[in-house]
């Protein structure tokens, strides 16, 4: 079995990717739908398309805000000789964040984060998250990797994002 995310082959019937973490339990049932004769609908066909305009966008303690680009997932960590997360929160200020600290993805109609069973782990709003148990994130919410808060800025229906002189973009 391939990893949606990564492309790792994983064994079949695994729940979560060796390589990166990702949640396999989607594509478990997929195949083994496809193995009983049935049609499944795939998370990418099930979730509406993501544009520029509805980006997720996080504000730094320091005020700057940086885009995540693409539909995702987004794995939140630290970068090392043989892995790069798609958001380095070591080069944001985070002295304690784990490789693979955590993952954000779209699913649901909603943005979800994701403990990927981080050393020093993940918090919304204060309280803690239980490692690989999916919150549903808002908009204005506060999420801390280990020693790094950020808030997040969720697209609103019907609200022009905030403009900044200050956005970078992360892919």
Partial sequence: M?????????MAGALFCRR?????????ARVEGEALGR???TRAAREPRRTA????????????VIALEGSGPWIVGRATTNF????????LGARHVSRKHARLEW?????????LDSTNGTWVNGKRLY????????????VRWADLEVQVLLPTPGREPEATAQEDSVS
Avoid: N
């Fill in 39 to 41: 049609e499944t609908a």
């Fill in 53 to 64: 305009r509805d980006r997720v966008r996080l504000r730094l303690p320091d005020g700057h």
């Fill in 107 to 115: 699913r649901h109609g909603g943005l979800y984060l994701i403990d």
């Fill in 20 to 28: 990166c973490g990702y949640p396999l339990w989607e594509e478990v």
């Fill in 131 to 142: 490692p690989h148990e999916p919150k549903r994130l808002r908009d204005g919410d506060w």
């Fill in 2 to 10: 391939e990893c949606p995310y990564c492309h790792y082959h994983e």
């Fill in 84 to 91: 790069e997360p798609d958001l380095d929160a070591q080069s």
